[in-house]
């Protein structure tokens, strides 16, 4: 798996108390590393980061990515042999409110980031995350490749696609001849057990669900390119586990230490009323259309050209949209039923994940 990457290794990541950040913290356990996360306290109650008991997994510190000093002492002492970088401000619609909140984590948490990697006088192996909301949306039928302009509509959107230039500028400049390796994942909309931020669709179905009520659907013929949490991690995780490999040279390496995509296949691009029906199949309830014309803007149609990663990392997504929701909405059940079930039900899904990659002899999980 990962090549043994990562057992024994210090990996340093940032956001382990998020969603996405608590899944990466426990599949990197279970792959033999030591962890030590940085993040703000969880932000939503429950929080998979507590329902899963991650602060006991790994050496844990509440801290800011806007304090570049707390930023660089951490990562100097936890000497990582791997960065994760994936602490954020999240939301789109919580950007609109706070904008300056979300360009000073989003943009200058990167860049503080990116300098404490300067002072790492050690090999290191970074992924910055940023999302595929980070290219201009031209809201076309249009599968977005990895050299596509940048931009972004909204403050979050717009933040994230100045971190990607602020990666590629720390990159030329600074990284050249350095131990140190960075390269930025960009992903789509994801979806799993544990996730609880306000505003996305499946914590606020699972929420309406959890209390018998009908649940309320904003978009529901917005598009957007859903994969199982897993789908995204198993690309960060490869992507680290080829930029540490020391035979990775010339063209071969220049071509690992750049942005890649990591999305499902185009049977997931899927409308929010087809996810919502799609969970009901799993967690019976209802529905209703709350679509409102003078809503904020929120992007239409976003599709990922995964090209880059299956040619340069052979990667490639592993659940079907069916499998991928089918997982989510019972993690959810399963732990509303049995709340201390929530870990083994995160190892259950990890280990079935990871044989799925197998019998598809997909690289990371073959090596
Ligand atoms: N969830 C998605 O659908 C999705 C899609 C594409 C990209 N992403 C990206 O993946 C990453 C993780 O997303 P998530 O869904 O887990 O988000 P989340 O909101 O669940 O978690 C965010 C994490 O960042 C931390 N954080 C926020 N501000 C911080 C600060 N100032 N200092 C230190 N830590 C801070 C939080 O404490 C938390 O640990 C983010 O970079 C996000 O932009 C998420």
Not at 53 to 75: F, N, P, T, W, Y
Not at 350 to 366: F, G, L, S, T, V
Request: net charge neutral; charged share 20%.
């Amino acid at each position: 798996m990962f090549a043994s990457s990562f057992q024994g290794k210090n990996v340093w990541l940032s956001g382990h108390t998020g969603f996405k950040g608590a899944w990466l913290a426990r599949w990197l356990v279970q792959l033999g590393a030591r962890v030590h996360g940085f993040a703000l306290p969880p932000n939503t109650i429950p929080s998979a980061f507590t329902q899963v008991g991650i602060a006991g997994l790994m050496e844990h510190e509440i801290a800011d990515v806007r304090d570049a000093g707390a930023v660089k002492k951490s990562i100097l002492r936890a000497e990582p042999d791997f960065v994760f970088h994936l602490a954020a401000q999240a939301l789109v619609r919580y950007s609109y409110e706070h904008p300056l909140e979300t360009y000073a984590t989003n943009v200058m948490g990167t860049a503080h980031v990116l300098e404490a990697l300067r002072s790492l006088e050690k090999p290191c192996a970074a992924v910055i995350v940023t999302t595929d909301k980070c290219y201009e949306n031209r809201e076309m039928d249009y599968a977005y490749a990895e050299d596509d302009h940048l931009g972004g509509h909204d403050p979050y959107s717009s933040s994230k696609g100045a971190a990607e230039i602020v990666i590629s500028a720390y990159r030329r400049s600074f990284f050249g001849e350095s131990p140190v390796s960075i390269a930025s994942a960009r992903a789509g909309n994801v979806i799993g057990g544990g996730d609880w931020a306000l505003d996305r669709i499946v914590p606020d179905s699972i929420r309406s669900l959890q209390r018998d009520e009908v649940i309320p659907v904003r978009n529901p013929h917005a598009t957007r390119p859903w994969q199982h949490v897993l789908e995204p991690l198993s690309g960060y995780l490869w992507l680290a586990a080829t930029q540490a490999q020391p035979d990775l040279v010339g063209a071969e390496r220049k071509d690992v230490l750049t942005a890649f995509n990591f999305g499902p296949e185009k049977e997931a691009n899927r409308s929010v009323g087809e996810l919502v029906r799609e969970i009901l199949k799993h967690w019976p309830g209802r529905w209703d259309d709350k679509s409102n014309p003078h809503d904020l803007h929120e992007a239409r149609l976003l599709m990922l050209s995964t090209t880059k990663a299956r040619r340069v990392l052979h990667w490639q997504p592993t659940w079907k949209f069916e499998t991928a929701v089918a997982n989510t909405v019972n993690w959810y059940r399963g732990t509303h039923e049995k709340p201390a079930a929530a870990e083994s039900l995160m190892l259950q899904q990890i280990a079935e994940y990871e044989n799925a990659a197998r019998a598809q002899n997909i690289a990371w999980a073959i090596k």
